[in-house]
């Protein structure tokens, strides 16, 4: 199949679109390479993706973060079955476009805004990425022919919901603007589903983590902080807990849901018992022979509790578990934190 994956160059996105690469579809990737966490790791996934897929040296230098202090990215490239080109969802002369170019089969909709603190301060990119970027993505697949997309969202709409979450809890009420904006965009995508045909999988993600994670989340701060004996911020009493998954479960799970469905909202999550923050703290403490130095913080008013997938449905329609134990998945981070610490001593969290 030839697919369209947005973000990239994302935490997500770029495991997804290497599994795609592995299993010989053809991928073009778009990201505008936002700088809301530091670019330098959106070039190491991009590298990634462009070594996985054959590329030249040349290009594999311009994406090395090593040597590329200020994070300037090619505005694109190709190799083998791999094309990326740099661009934004918001603009939809460039989304309608790309669209006359290549005869999509399916779009993995992974581009977005993610961070619910910082909704907060900036609920306006929110909707124009989330909401209006999506928007401009079915409009793309509707004057095109393309049918099927899988469409990102997330745990956070559960709040305050009975655990562990089911598909068909009311989730009205929604605790951040980047909440509200994923929901906006679930209910976007079911009315071009009920207008123009469109068969749309809904994964709903579990805080995911692993290799190359977001520097906004807190495994990647928690370790980044203890490997270096600096002081780790922990908003609340560290006893909130979520249902961790491991990235590259969730890159097989968003997979699955390429399948035809119709219309269906389903969790991708880790379905164990939520760890809490002390808990995965300690883990980083063992893994790294080191003891974190906690700052506290109040509890934060959008943030959630807890989390806790029920994912029976995710097992029915998907035929999809997770295979990575939270212990493993720990440790595969873990490790790749100290592989790259090098480059990754500065970055920006
Ligand atoms: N990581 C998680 O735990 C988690 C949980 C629930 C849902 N999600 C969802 O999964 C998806 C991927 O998240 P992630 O953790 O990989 O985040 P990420 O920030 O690493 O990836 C998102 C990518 O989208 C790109 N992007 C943002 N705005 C864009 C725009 N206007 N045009 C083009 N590209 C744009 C960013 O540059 C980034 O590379 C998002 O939709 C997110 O909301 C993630």
């Excluded at 993706?49 to 973060?65: E, F, H, K, M, S």
């Excluded at 909401?131 to 049918?147: N, P, Q, S, W």
């Excluded at 709409?157 to 509200?180: C, H, K, W």
Aim: hydrophobic share 45%; with cysteine.
């Amino acid at each position: 199949m030839k697919l369209l994956v947005t973000g990239m160059a994302g935490f997500i996105a770029s495991r997804t679109a290497a599994m795609l690469l592995e299993q010989g579809h053809d991928v073009v990737g778009v990201d505008n390479v936002n700088d809301y966490y530091d670019v330098r790791l959106k070039l190491w996934r991009l590298r990634e993706l462009a070594r996985l897929a054959g590329a030249d040296a040349a290009t594999l230098a311009r994406l090395d973060p090593a040597a590329n202090s200020v994070g300037a990215c090619p505005d694109s490239f190709c190799a083998g079955g791999l094309s990326f080109v740099r661009g934004d969802i918001e603009n939809k002369p460039f989304v309608l476009d790309l669209f006359a170019r290549h005869g999509f089969d399916a779009v993995l909709n992974l581009a977005a805004r993610a961070g619910v603190r910082y909704s907060m301060e900036h609920p306006d990119v929110y909707m124009t990425t989330n909401l209006l970027g999506t928007l401009h993505v079915l409009d793309g697949m509707r004057a095109h022919g393309c049918k099927k997309m899988v469409l990102a969202s997330t745990s956070s709409l559960y709040a305050g919901q009975p655990m562990p979450f089911r598909e068909d809890l009311p989730v009205n009420t929604p605790i951040s603007p980047y909440a509200a904006s994923k929901k906006a965009a679930e209910a976007l995508a079911y009315s071009y589903h009920h207008l123009y045909g469109l068969d749309v999988s809904v994964v709903r993600y579990f805080t995911v983590y692993g290799p190359a994670g977001r520097p906004d989340m807190s495994i990647f701060r928690f370790t980044q902080w203890i490997a270096q004996g600096r002081p780790l911020e922990l908003f609340g009493d560290g006893e909130q807990s979520r249902d961790f998954t491991y990235v590259d479960d969730i890159a097989r799970g968003t997979i699955a849901a390429l399948r035809p469905l119709g219309f269906e909202t389903i969790n991708l999550g880790g379905g164990n018992r939520p760890l809490t923050m002390n808990a995965v703290i300690e883990f980083i403490e063992k893994a790294l022979g080191k003891k974190a130095a906690i700052e506290r913080r109040p509890f934060h008013k959008a943030d959630v509790r807890e989390t806790y997938a029920d994912i029976g449905k995710a097992r029915r329609l998907l035929d999809w578990a997770p295979a990575v134990a939270p212990h493993d998945g720990f440790a595969l981070t873990v490790d790749w934190h100290r592989e790259q610490a090098d480059w990754l001593r500065d970055i920006r969290l």
